[in-house]
């Protein structure tokens, strides 16, 4: 049985190209979107989080302090531009 990739280990070949381990994030994610799309609560918001988390796998640096904080900014962003 092959073992389930680490999270970190998909963003390093996201940010090397390879599409497959970017689907694979977004994939890992799909809970995450969808709870925080009907929290946001507008048609185009499950998209918009979908676009945010690929462009969000190509700026995350390992070994920083980088997260949830920039989840939050985001949400904030969108709830504020979408009402």
């Known amino acids: 049985m092959q073992r389930k990739p680490k999270l970190r280990e998909l963003i390093a070949k ?3 190209g390879e599409r497959d381990a970017v689907n694979e994030v977004v994939h890992r994610f799909i809970p995450l979107i969808r709870k925080y799309s ?3 609560g507008y ?3 499950c998209a918009d989080l979908v676009v945010w988390i ?3 796998v190509h700026r995350y640096q390992p070994n920083t302090k980088w997260g949830k904080n920039e989840l939050e900014r985001c949400l904030l962003h969108h709830r504020d531009h979408k009402k």
Do not use: F
């Open 14 to 16: 996201a940010q090397s």
């Open 38 to 40: 009907r929290r946001l």
């Open 43 to 45: 048609d185009q918001a």
């Open 54 to 56: 690929v462009s969000a």
